[in-house]
């Protein structure tokens, strides 16, 4: 993952930086806002999970995190 996409997909679920690390379960904010700013490259259990939680509503519903697609289906 790019780091736009990895600021976009933490935008998306209304989280800092701090708390995409945890969510993560990586060292810090710091870790991802390097990854963010391309001065590191984000690992690979780290990115599969990013990955999962954008692409599957049950995976995010595991995590207890929501994007606005997911409010939007409910509300329909």
Do not use: C, H, N
């Not at 701090?18 to 490259?41: F, H, I, M, P, Y």
């Amino acid at each position: 993952m790019t780091g736009p996409e990895i600021r976009a997909a933490r935008d998306a679920f209304g989280l800092s930086a701090e708390g995409l690390a945890r969510l993560l379960e990586v060292q810090s904010g710091r870790t991802v806002r390097k990854w963010e700013s391309g001065d590191r490259k984000i690992s690979g259990p780290a990115s599969v999970l990013l990955r999962a939680l954008l692409e599957s509503q049950s995976v995010r519903q595991y995590f207890g995190v929501v994007i606005e697609a997911d409010s939007t289906a409910k509300s329909k």
